[in-house]
């Protein structure tokens, strides 16, 4: 019995505990409960109260007749508007016009709910920051096309809570103040579409040349997913991006059903035909620059959306005159020498070397058929136009200009680099040797001078492009960016000062507020001025005696050719005391070009057509360096020979450096000893011998050759650069 009741009272002791444990669950779910219908009381009531205040907004006065101004401008330097950014359409469009596939596209792609709201969507608000809370980034918005309409006519685009609830209010009035089709009549003219694109009339025509009307289902589906982010659908920027953005609208479309799965299924696989001619071309004078100055301004914080409907006044630096110099030396100079078709292409590149403004900016010789930028993006060999860079770490080491080398055959490893033409000099002065673009030359002084001190060189002055660890970089085998590659230049005109080249000098709103002003551009000290100076003393061969003689602009000038193997790639880069300019012809398709183009053709011929514009503010400026004398010297014909490929021959030739290309050639360092080995049996007195480093300078050479090429001793050479770097 005792047992019994001991066993009741444990029964009853744990009923007791399980009864007590039931009610405090039971009361912390009705007290949870409670808070949780206290806040959705609180929400419903702020929702209700918020509704209420947007409700009881006025109406918009005069809405229907609103025109938003031409909003922001980009200008040069001189006050030439180069880009407009237009907030109303190339022709307004009538809603009765505009096929129903695209109203249902937009519809489905931006607000499902546009004709069951009152301009706002509360709960989708609500849903979506709970989405993006909970994924931890911006996956879902929530602005209806009223919303967007009332952002595009008076809001900015900066992403704060003050800038939302305006855009609720202005949306709650706009509703109030015109219908339904009238607001998405208005979105569908002043929504922009990227590529310089306004409303869907304009979409249409700068994408497909059509009217929107007759636009196909597929291509009406693309213009519907430009909205969310122009410049990065825009089948003119990603191809690939605007396509998976297009079938995405169609698949909202058929969930929605809109349209029928056979559409469905046809639309996806359509393939994309875009105009050739976007008439958005005409309107901006620098497209290639003017995407480079967007990418700037987005790395200064400013959101593309926040720069085309912002108001803004955006003075770049570029200068108006040398850039449409510019645009049209590159079409004329590439179909004068017979560069046609769409591979074909040019790039030009000029900035000032004291302050890094940059001048002129070219990136193709047509932006409506390619936005690929030849200047910043394209990475190609420079062939000769790189020797500069071997010679100048040379200078800093102790070589001086007038030191005598062997333009003989030589062979450095595996690798037998041979001059252009078979021909070679004997022994002459090393400014003669970067002035005729003499190969073995160039080969013998990264020899001496070692690869790890060149690239050094090409390091500290700008080259960012990773370079190989070879030889055959001497004769520019290794790929460089064209601004890059001009920017190093600049501290051969600078007195060895690198200076970083900049696009935008100051940024105004509306108003005229400066909210950016330009510092002052980062300026490092790389080379000596000595070996700027003796640089440019050698540079200036090449123009005024040199491979570069059709760059000559009758003004102090200095700079050099460069041709690749197999005439690729072409370069002409070269400066003047306050102006350098780099210029780059080639294939895209990295097929061979005529053998007729060389660095000193048409890339020379661009360069003095830009130069002869960009330099005129300045009149014939000397380098302000001091005196750099290059000894006379007169080239023996006897001592010129052509050594070809698995010969011993010798021919006398008559000296002409202005048809030396200085291209790359590479044979089998065989054939090249044996040669050697047979020229030098047959009495050659020249012998192949390192450069050593550093030489004595000898004096010049006495020979009578029957028609000698006389080198002058140039004028001193000046340095542009500010007192206070000095």
């Known amino acids: 019995m005792a047992r019994k009741s001991k066993k009741r009272v444990s029964d009853k002791e744990i009923a007791r505990r399980n009864i007590k444990k039931r009610k405090i669950d039971s009361d912390f779910v009705s007290n949870l409960k409670f808070l949780c219908i206290i806040a959705a009381a609180f929400v419903l009531a702020g929702i209700a109260s918020l509704q209420l205040y947007l409700s009881s907004q006025p109406p918009i006065k005069n809405l229907e007749q609103f025109k938003p101004n031409i909003v922001t401008k980009f200008y040069s330097e001189d006050g030439e ?64 096309i009223t919303q967007q309409l009332a952002r595009i006519l008076f809001l900015s685009n900066e992403k704060t809570f003050t800038r939302k609830i305006k855009e609720l209010v202005i949306a709650a009035r706009i509703e109030k103040t015109i219908s339904k089709d009238q607001i998405l009549e208005m979105y569908l003219n002043n929504v922009y579409l990227g590529s310089g694109a306004y409303g869907v009339e304009g979409a249409a025509k700068i994408y497909f040349n059509k009217h929107i009307k007759d636009c196909t289902l597929p291509e009406l589906a693309l213009i519907a997913g430009l909205p969310q982010a122009p410049s990065v659908y825009s089948p003119y920027n990603n191809l690939d991006l605007a396509v998976k953005r297009r079938n995405q609208v169609l698949t909202r479309m058929y969930k929605m059903r809109y349209i029928t799965k056979d559409e469905y299924e046809k639309a996806k696989e359509a393939k994309v035909v875009l105009n050739d001619m976007p008439q958005f071309y005409t309107t901006n004078k620098a497209p290639y620059f003017c995407d480079y100055i967007m990418n700037e301004l987005q790395k200064l914080g400013f959101e593309e959306t926040e720069i085309i409907h912002g108001g803004y006044k955006i003075i770049t630096t570029l200068d108006s005159k040398a850039q449409n110099a510019a645009n049209e030396a590159v079409v004329r100079d590439l179909k004068n020498w017979g560069l046609s078709g769409d591979a074909k292409q040019a790039a030009v590149f000029s900035f000032n070397p004291t302050n890094g403004k940059i001048l002129v900016y070219v990136g193709g010789k047509d932006y409506t058929k390619t936005q690929y930028d030849r200047v910043t993006q394209a990475v190609r060999p420079p062939g000769s136009a790189f020797k500069p860079f071997v010679y100048a770490a040379a200078l800093e080491k102790g070589l001086s200009p007038n030191d005598f080398i062997d333009d003989m055959p030589v062979t450095i490893g ?46 500290v002055l700008g080259i960012e492009t990773p370079l190989e660890y070879d030889y055959t970089i001497a004769l520019g085998s290794n790929g460089v960016k064209l601004f890059e590659f001009t920017r190093a230049y600049g501290a051969f005109a600078n007195g060895g000062y690198v200076v970083q080249p900049y696009g935008i000098e100051r940024v105004e709103t509306s108003r005229g507020k400066v909210v950016y002003q330009a510092s002052k551009t980062k300026i490092t000290h790389q080379l000596s001025l000595k070996t700027a100076a ?39 880069v070269g400066y003047t005391p306050n102006i350098v300019t780099g210029v780059w012809v080639g294939s895209d398709d990295n097929t061979v070009m005529s053998k007729g183009i060389q660095g000193g053709t048409v890339p020379a011929i661009i360069w ?83 450069l050593n480093l550093p030489a004595p300078t000898p004096q010049p050479v006495k020979t009578t050759p029957s028609q000698p090429v006389q080198m002058p001793a140039p004028s001193p050479i000046p340095m542009a650069v500010p007192e206070s770097l000095h």
Not at 431 to 448: D, F, P
């Open 534 to 572: 003796e640089m440019t003393a050698m540079l200036r061969t090449v123009i005024t005696n040199g491979t570069g003689a059709a760059a000559n602009i009758g003004k102090p000038a200095a700079g050099k050719t460069g041709t690749t193997d197999d005439n690729k790639d072409a370069y002409f």
């Open 81 to 144: 508007v180069i880009k407009t950014f237009t907030a109303y359409t190339f022709s307004k469009i009538e809603l009765k016009d505009v096929p129903e596939e695209l109203k249902e596209a937009i519809i489905a792609t931006e607000d499902k709910n546009f004709y069951r709201h009152g301009g706002y969507d509360i709960f989708g608000l609500v849903r979506s920051t709970i989405q993006n809370v909970l994924a931890g980034r911006v996956v879902q918005g929530a602005s209806t």
């Open 608 to 690: 003095k057509d830009v130069m002869k514009v960009a330099t005129q503010p300045y009149g014939k400026l000397e380098f302000n360096y001091p005196e750099v004398v290059l000894e006379p010297f007169k080239l023996n014909s006897a001592n010129i020979q052509i050594i070809k490929q698995g010969e011993g021959e010798e021919q006398p030739v008559e000296e002409n450096p202005a048809e030396e290309n200085g291209e790359k050639k590479l044979i089998n360092p065989k054939d090249v000893i044996n040669s050697v080995k047979s020229t030098i049996n047959q009495g050659n007195t020249q012998q192949v011998q390192p």
């Open 414 to 459: 595996g690798w037998s680099p041979r001059n252009y033409g078979n021909k070679y000099r004997g022994r002459i002065p090393v400014y003669s040797a970067l002035m005729v673009s003499s190969n073995v030359c160039a080969a013998r002084v990264i020899q001496e001078v070692g690869v790890r001190s060149v690239i050094q060189i090409a390091r």
